[in-house]
Structure formats: structure tokens, C-alpha cells
């Protein structure tokens, strides 16, 4: 968690361990108490926070958090309550996808997404500088579009999913190592290493063509853990979305790897706040 000004600089940063198992009153009562450690003097006026999982269109509850256990959790409520404090929540690759356009790679567009590569593939779509949830605010999960339609089967109940294909877990199951230990092995000259991230990226850009088609982004932000990588697989993600994409859906398109890293998330959660005292306060 951080604290933020108005214009993004970070004024305090922490650190701190999930609750196990995570219940929600106690994930909550942590958070109550590191946000006291890093505003002491109370002069925060709103909060916000990502969570991994989609939210509902008022940004107020997670509807499910699959790794936490969390289902219909009004997490807003029970921050306000214990900090007297506004708060508004939002996906977490979006959170991240709001930083990279906020202060990151996307500072420049308007309109792009971002794709985050690591455990799972998130998503996050920004257009016309605002972020894009849908109606129900659960739009933008890129990383579930169907890439192979009678592949490996996908916790969302798809098959095939862009996510089966490009995640660290899918990587895992497919090369049978971590994905930095085949990045090591091509950074050395592995043949085999070095042809497995070329497919690697090409099996990428077959997603992103599609979404491309869909949203023509000025830009796509890649980010999450494997985008370290980038190096190995950029180049061959690149000419197969030349390939795939017409010139005029891909026009002066950019493709760049995230620059906020790990502290995206918390730069994005806190331009949700600062949207909200815009409006509200």
C-alpha cells in the first residue's frame, strides 16, 4: 500500500503479509491498521484498492476473489467503516492498467491495453484516457478471450483461453520449469529455449491481433512477472501481429513492456481514489 498525492508522487509506502487464511474481516483489519502506519497524521481522503477478482459496477464489492476464497464481499463497507475513510475498489489489472496509464508506459495514449503475464493473464482497457469496465463493471478480462477452442480447459469454464497459453501456470505445465529458468537458458543461446519463447510470442500476438481488431489501441502495455522476458519474445510478438493485423487496424500501433513494475497496482488504486474525491468531494 502507498500514499499518493494529487499528482502521483509516492509520499509513503508498506509492505505487509496477507492474513492466513485470508477472511475478509481480518484482510480488512490489517489494511485498517497499515494505512494508520502510513498516515499517522490522518490526512488521506479516500482510498483506493485492487483486488484480485472482477467487482461490481459501483466499485464497492468483490464478487470474486478465487484465490482469497472471497465471493459477494462488500469490502468497501467494511474499510469505510473502520477507517471513516471513502473507499472504491477495482480489479487488480486494471488497477494496473489505470497506473501505466497514469505514470507508466501508457502516459502518452489515450487509448491502449495492457495485458499482465504471470500467475494468470489480467487485463485492463483504457479508452479515451478513462478506464473501460462494461455495464456491469467486469469487462476487460483479456486473458480469458479463446485462442484454441478445444484447448486446455480454463478455471473461467472456457477452453483454450488466452491464459491456457501465455501465463507462468500454463508455462509450467507446457515446458515443465519456471519460465525465468527457460529465459536463463535462452539468454545463454539455447536453441531450444530461445525457439520455445518465439512461439512463445507468436501464440501471444494470435490473442492480441484479436484484440486489436476489436479495440485498435493506440498501444498494448505488457506487464506482470514474465514481461522481464521481453527481450526473448517481443520481436517474434511483433511480426506475427504484422502478419495477422490489417495496416489500418494497426496503424502507428506501439507495443512496450510495462515500466511501474510492481508498484503499478497501488499507482492505479490510487488514481481511483483521486478520481473519486474529484467527483465526490
Keep these: 500500500?502507498?500514499?499518493?498525492?494529487?499528482?502521483?508522487?509516492?509520499?509513503?509506502?508498506?509492505?505487509?503479509?496477507?492474513?492466513?487464511?485470508?477472511?475478509?474481516d481480518q484482510v480488512v483489519k490489517v489494511i485498517a491498521q497499515g494505512i494508520q502506519n502510513i498516515d499517522p497524521e490522518d490526512r488521506a481522503l479516500a482510498i483506493g484498492m485492487g483486488v484480485p477478482g472482477p467487482v461490481d459496477a459501483t466499485g464497492r464489492i468483490a464478487r470474486r476473489a478465487i484465490n482469497l476464497d472471497w465471493y459477494d464481499v462488500p469490502i468497501s463497507d467494511s474499510l469505510e467503516h473502520l477507517t471513516g475513510k471513502p473507499t472504491v475498489i477495482g480489479n487488480d489489472a486494471n488497477c494496473a492498467g489505470l497506473g501505466e496509464a497514469w505514470l507508466g508506459a501508457g502516459s502518452?495514449?489515450?487509448?491502449?491495453?495492457?495485458?499482465?503475464?504471470?500467475?494468470?493473464?489480467?487485463?485492463?482497457?483504457?479508452?479515451?484516457?478513462?478506464?473501460?469496465?462494461?455495464?456491469?463493471?467486469?469487462?476487460?478480462?483479456?486473458?480469458?478471450?479463446?485462442?484454441?477452442?478445444?484447448g486446455h480447459p480454463c478455471n473461467s469454464?472456457?477452453?483454450?483461453?488466452?491464459?491456457?497459453?501465455?501465463?507462468?501456470?500454463?508455462?509450467?505445465?507446457?515446458?515443465?520449469?519456471?519460465?525465468?529458468?527457460?529465459?536463463?537458458?535462452?539468454?545463454?543461446?539455447?536453441?531450444?529455449?530461445?525457439?520455445?519463447?518465439?512461439?512463445?510470442?507468436?501464440?501471444?500476438?494470435?490473442?492480441?491481433?484479436?484484440?486489436?481488431?476489436?479495440?485498435?489501441?493506440e498501444a498494448v502495455i505488457i506487464g506482470g512477472g514474465i514481461s522481464a522476458a521481453s527481450d526473448l519474445f517481443f520481436p517474434a510478438m511483433i511480426t506475427e501481429l504484422e502478419q495477422r493485423v490489417l495496416l489500418t487496424s494497426r496503424n502507428n500501433l506501439?507495443?512496450?513492456?510495462?515500466?511501474?513494475?510492481?508498484?503499478?497496482g497501488i499507482v492505479g488504486a490510487a488514481k481511483l481514489a483521486w478520481k473519486y474525491v474529484k467527483e465526490h468531494l
Design 1 to 24: 500500500m502507498g500514499r499518493f498525492s494529487p499528482k502521483g508522487d509516492c509520499l509513503n509506502a508498506l509492505t505487509l503479509p496477507t492474513p492466513q487464511p485470508p477472511f475478509p
Design 254 to 264: 506501439h507495443c512496450l513492456r510495462a515500466t511501474l513494475g510492481n508498484q503499478a
Design 108 to 150: 502518452q495514449f489515450k487509448d491502449l491495453i495492457m495485458l499482465t503475464l504471470g500467475t494468470g493473464v489480467g487485463g485492463a482497457i483504457i479508452l479515451n484516457g478513462e478506464l473501460f469496465v462494461g455495464r456491469d463493471g467486469t469487462a476487460g478480462e483479456l486473458g480469458l478471450i479463446t485462442l484454441d477452442y478445444n
Design 157 to 217: 469454464g472456457n477452453r483454450g483461453s488466452l491464459e491456457q497459453h501465455v501465463s507462468a501456470q500454463a508455462l509450467r505445465r507446457r515446458w515443465g520449469c519456471e519460465p525465468h529458468e527457460m529465459a536463463e537458458r535462452a539468454t545463454k543461446g539455447d536453441p531450444e529455449a530461445i525457439a520455445l519463447w518465439q512461439t512463445y510470442g507468436r501464440e501471444l500476438a494470435a490473442g492480441i491481433a484479436s484484440l486489436v481488431y476489436v479495440l485498435t489501441p
